[in-house]
């Protein structure tokens, strides 16, 4: 790991380990919400947002047909990839780990730099070359997420540690079940060998939208 973000990423299932990181299923305790997450709900309209910003972007390319088909996932990849986010953030809270906005600016600048500019990190990120695709303004999130992770295994002292991935992740699914996460069945299950989002086998699922998070890990 190195200690300053200079790639596009999405830690997830290449960094946790294959424990039951999620859990449950979101019932009517939960009206409108695509998942809780500690109590605190992801909503769907929060997940359609964030899908159409990235659909409308999408649609301004030249290769906006390739770039959607290449995406129908899309709206499953965002719930899990939302989840995350708030994992990592609870995460990085119990270990002290704070991430101030100078540093994300930082790691924009180097990220943006080794893309070849600001305009090719942005087509990257549409693309879904780091994992998901995301738009411009949504890139911050990642490398936020990338310096909380970088923070936890430094706090954590497995920054050169060949198993320091293991041991990170063994913290996040620590985190997701100490909090508790559940999924509006709509999007899945969670399978925790696999570490992602599944489909259910109920016919009204099968023509939804849907996904297997692909993710990476940077340094």
Not at 12 to 38: D, I, K, N, Q
Not at 147 to 155: K, S, V, Y
Request: aromatic letters at 2%.
């Amino acid at each position: 790991m190195k200690r300053r973000t200079t790639a596009l990423s999405v830690t997830a299932a290449a960094l946790l380990v294959a424990a039951p990181l999620l859990t449950g299923c979101s019932t009517g305790a939960h009206p409108g919400a695509a998942a809780v997450v500690g109590g605190e709900r992801i909503s769907i309209s929060q997940v359609q947002g964030h899908v159409e910003a990235v659909r409308a972007a999408q649609r301004q390319q030249p290769d906006a047909d390739e770039l959607i088909s290449t995406s129908s996932t899309l709206t499953r990849e965002t719930v899990n990839f939302l989840v995350y986010l708030q994992v990592v953030d609870r995460a990085a809270a119990s270990q002290g780990v704070e991430v101030t906005r100078r540093q994300v600016q930082e790691a924009r600048a180097d990220a943006e730099a080794n893309a070849g500019g600001p305009e090719a990190l942005a087509q990257s990120a549409l693309s879904g070359q780091g994992g998901l695709p995301l738009t411009s303004g949504q890139i911050d999130d990642v490398l936020r997420s990338n310096l909380q992770i970088q923070g936890i295994a430094e706090q954590l002292g497995v920054l050169t540690d060949p198993l320091g991935g293991e041991k990170v992740g063994a913290l996040l699914a620590e985190t997701a079940q100490e909090v508790g996460v559940d999924i509006n069945p709509r999007y899945g299950t969670w399978d925790a060998q696999t570490v992602s989002l599944v489909d259910l086998q109920e016919p009204w699922l099968r023509t939804a939208d849907r996904d297997q998070q692909a993710v990476t890990l940077d340094g």
